[in-house]
């Protein structure tokens, strides 16, 4: 057994999903497009077919019946032309532009709001006469999965379309037989009704194989982009950052603070100590807050290192265990000394200032 870590059987994350989205990687299916787009243009057709034909026949009518052979010369061909081309597109103009906004709306319904420089940056090694060898190689191998896979899909489709049009010839032979001895319009409405209902029926399997591809593709999509454990697990630690950084970060966040707080204490009017373990810092002033602060705190060691610079500051020092512990636990460094304690800090700031002033 390998290593269960290593094996990518975990759906992809959001994080994972997103990026590939960036990069232009979307379950997509070419055959579900095609099928919409053929289907599209089967249906403009039917709805604008009668109106086109109707005018390209009136300036075919317009065109021939006011033009002599006579009234040809090789210096206004272009001035016959170029009228019979206008029209031409004022006629074909709204069809193409109808099916172009519907291939449009048909691809974004697949892929979304998503447009991905990676897909379209130019890059000089496709270029490559190695890399195009590889890619020809892959193309024509009959037995590469994926073109082996494109192969029987492409059979596939053609023979499903192919029966699904075949059937309706089959289902009407006695009408095709029917039309030796029609006359011209009857036979052309007979045939339009067989090729309608051939287009109908070769549509809606076109879509149906559409629909099972496009299934089949984000199948291949979600496989591709599963992720191991230890996959989601690094991009935890990406997102969240990496435990020995963050950890290094608090440390000279620590410091930092430490340093400034030590700083502080020269600025202090006394320092309340347990006596050993505990040593808070109290400044009265006035301007800067309606109460005393904390403006350093300690244990053990930082406790220490308080009362000595406090000594070298010639800062008093008063012993009182419980006052140190319940400023230590109670009040933030910077903090303002709440109102139930008061009275205890009152006191001592009073000792020291009447010490002082003997």
Known sequence: MGNTGAEKNEPATEKRRQKERDQGNIPKSQDLNSALMVTAGIALLGMLGVKMLENLQLLMFETFSHLGPSDISSDDILLIILPFVKSLGQILLPFMITLMALGIFIIRSQVGHVFAIEKIKFDLENLSPNKILNATKKLFNPVEPRTLVE?????????????????????????????????????FAVIGSILTQMMINMCIAMIIIGILDKSYQVYEFEKSIKMSKQDIKDEMKDAEGNPETKAKIRAIQMRMARQRMMSAIPTADVV????????????????AAPAPMVVAKGVDFVAFKIREVAENNKIPIIENRPLARALY?????????????????????AYVYNKDKK
Do not use: C, W
Request: charge should be neutral.
């Open 272 to 287: 309340v100590t347990n006596p050993t373990h505990y040593a808070v810092a109290i400044k009265y002033d006035k301007s």
């Open 151 to 187: 192969l029987v899909k492409s059979f596939i489709k053609l023979l499903v379309v192919g029966s699904t049009g075949f059937s309706v010839l089959s289902g009407r032979q006695a009408e095709l037989f029917g039309l030796v001895g029609l006359d011209l319009y009857s036979s």
């Open 329 to 349: 636990k109670l009040v933030p460094v910077d903090g303002i000394i709440p109102a139930d304690m008061f009275v205890a800090v009152a006191e001592v700031l």
